[in-house]
Every structure is written in structure tokens, then in C-alpha cells.
């Protein structure tokens, strides 16, 4: 019986030469090159065992000790080695018992019985093997799912068909199911708009990119959540299964509904501003059409009034020498009439072009001066000029006609700008 394995370590522990020797010929024959360490009593046993071997090969009557003990030295030093025991005829309850104990296994001591030695320790080492790579299996399943579980997104598997094969304690935390009541169901029940008995089998596609999906929960309750799915391969390159990913997004759908409502709100807002800055602009156009009448009005009055002031002076010394029953009394009159005329067009022209008192209003001062002071920037930039202005943090209440205040503002700034030099300073301030 050949072993593909590497190079095995025996341990002999019998107290019978005879008995290792012929141990010995069948393992010797059996394997290839093993390793084999002989031992008598306890002592010698206690500093071989420091050195771990494959097996041990056991007999069950020693000097001073037995092969129970054996398991007891292996148990107390925490060392996993497979033991065979070797009991004489009759002994045959004591090997099974030995067994429940964890005896691996038992060979009658004939020759007989010892040429099946080599085949019942390749089946013990052999079954070994699995227990050791289940147990590797299952540590790592174990480690696995505790990753998973402390994952901020849930991991589910699924077969090729979609149907849950595993059901993590994180899903169970996410959707309330438990592995009983998920297992073996289609992921599809998962999902809001799942229909009993739909998605059973081969409806199953990889997702390319995540799918925003209403996922329910066991209570009936429901929360958005963003899909992935990817296939799981066997060694050889083969989909074996399909693993699973949910993320909850509902705070971040909630995050995006509060974001697309404040972008609405900025939009509103800025078409309110754009309105008002509009009327503003407007304003200020009437305003430099009022304040350039007001200012041609004052030229006209300014040039007539006096030569007016003298043809009426002049006017009030003839008519005294012009007696009332003159033949030119009757241009007197009307000259008269066209002075008084002309006066009253020059003081008609005051009434239509300055400013029309207003009804008084409560407003903040520092805000009127910076409004008229933002209308008129662009104004001093054409000049090179700057307007730097100081307002006060708190409010400076007055009770007046703003419109009124707001003309004489804009004309007190706009003389400023047009007394100024190019790269001078305009400073407007107020102090409450």
C-alpha cells in the first residue's frame, strides 16, 4: 500500500520488542521511509511526545502504564494525535470503550490483524485529514461571518437560482427574517414588489451596475436600498453561487430630497433676487432721469428767473407812466398777464420734476445707505472710484418718507462721484 503523503512520524509505545519489531516491518513496508520513534515506559514517552508525531501506535497493557493514559498525557498538553491501539484477544471491549474515550481506532494483536495495521492507519489519517480541513472550513466560515456581520452593508448568499443559502446575522439584523425563515427562498421575497412563487428559478442576472430596489422588511415595513450581486466561482472557473449585497440608502435618499429642495429654494431665491435686482436698476434708471430733469430744471429757472426778475421790474416803472385810458393801456394788461405766465410755468417745472413727498415708513437707515451706495458702484467703477462704506452692525430706525431720503441720498452720492478724481475713495458712513 503505497502513501502518497510526506514522510510520516510514528510513535511505538509497547514495552514488547518483539511486538515493535514486528509493528515496525509492516509500517516499514507499507510506507515510504517513515519515521519511527520507539518508547518503553512513561518517562520515555512524556519526552517524545514533546515532539509531536503523526501517530502513535499504542499497546494498551504497559509497564506502568496504559494506553488510556496515553490519551489522558495527549489531553493534558492539548496535543491533537491520532492514536491506534493494539490489544491482545478477548481485549476487545476495552478497545471499543478505548474508542468512545478517542481512541481512533484498534488492531487485534496477531499477525493477522497487524497486517491491516498500515490500511487502518491510512483510514485514520485519512479521516484526520477531513476532520482537519473541516475544521479549517469551518473556523474560516466562522471568521467570514463575523466580518460580515460587522459590515455596515448586508451579504447575502444565493444559489445559481437565486434561492438563499446563507443568511448572515447582519441580514437577520436588517430585515428581521431568521437563517430558518430565509433560507432556501428565492432573494426576490426580499424585495417589495415580490410576488409569491415569482422568481423562483432562472430569473436570476448579475447586476453590471448597483439597482436602487424597495426592500421589505419581516415587519411590513419598507426602506430603500441599493443592490449588487456578483458570481461566486469554484476553483475551476465555474459559477457556484451568488453573493449578495444590500446597502440601506434611506438616509441618504432623505439627504438627496433635502438637498433637491434646498437647490428649489436657492432657485426661487435667486429668482427674487434677480427680480428685485431688476427693479432696483430700474429704479435707479428713473432715479438719474429725475435727478438729470431736476438738475435742467434748475438751469432753466436758474437762466430765466433773472432776466425775468428785470423785465418785471422793468415793466412795473413804465406802467406807472402809461395812464389807464392810454390807446396802449390794453397791451399793459396783457403784458402783465404773459409775466405772470411765464413765472408760472418756471414754478409748474419745480412741481413736475422734484421729488413728490411721500407717506413716512419705518426702515433701517444703514440698509437705505447701502442699497443706494450698491445701486451707484457700478457708477463710480466707470470713474475709477471706490465707495467704501461703514454701516453699524445694529439697526438705525427711522420713521419718514424713505423715498424721499433715498432721492437726496442718490443725489449727495452721485454729485460725490462726479466731484471725485479717477482713483479716489467715496467713504459713506453712519454712526448711530
Known sequence: MANSRNRLRFLLVDDDRSDRGLVKRFLTKEFEDPEIREVETRAQFLVE?????????????????????????LREKDLDVPVVLLTGTGNEEIAIEAMKKGVADYVIKTIEHIKRLPATIEHVLRLRQIEQERRVAEEELLLSDQILNYMPDTVILTDLEGRIV????????????RASEAIGHSFKFLLANWQEGAGRTGEWEEFDQPKEALCRRRDSSTFQAELTSRHLYDKEGKPNGIVMVYRDITERKKMEEALR???????????ERTKKIEELQRQKSAMEKLAATGQMAARVAHEINNPLAGIKNAFTLIRRD?????????????????ID?????????????????GRPNHF??????SDVCRLLT?????????????MPEETVSLFQPEGELNQILYNLILNAIQASHSGEKIKVSLEK
Open 322 to 338: 402809461i395812464p389807464p385810458d392810454s390807446k396802449y393801456g390794453s397791451y399793459v394788461e396783457l403784458i402783465k398777464k404773459e
Open 261 to 271: 429642495e434646498h437647490t428649489e429654494h436657492l432657485g426661487r431665491l435667486v429668482q
Open 49 to 73: 511526545i514533546a515532539d509531536p508525531p503523526d501517530l502513535i501506535v499504542s499497546d494498551y497493557l504497559l509497564r506502568g502504564f496504559n494506553g488510556l493514559e496515553v490519551l489522558e498525557i
Open 364 to 369: 433701517n437707515l444703514a440698509t437705505t445707505i
Open 378 to 390: 457700478p457708477k463710480a467703477k466707470q470713474h475709477n472710484l471706490l465707495i467704501d462704506t461703514q
Open 166 to 177: 446563507r443568511w448572515t446575522g447582519s441580514a437577520e439584523g436588517t430585515f428581521g427574517y
Open 341 to 357: 405766465r411765464i413765472a408760472g410755468i418756471i414754478q409748474q417745472m419745480y412741481k413736475t420734476y422734484s421729488p413728490k413727498a
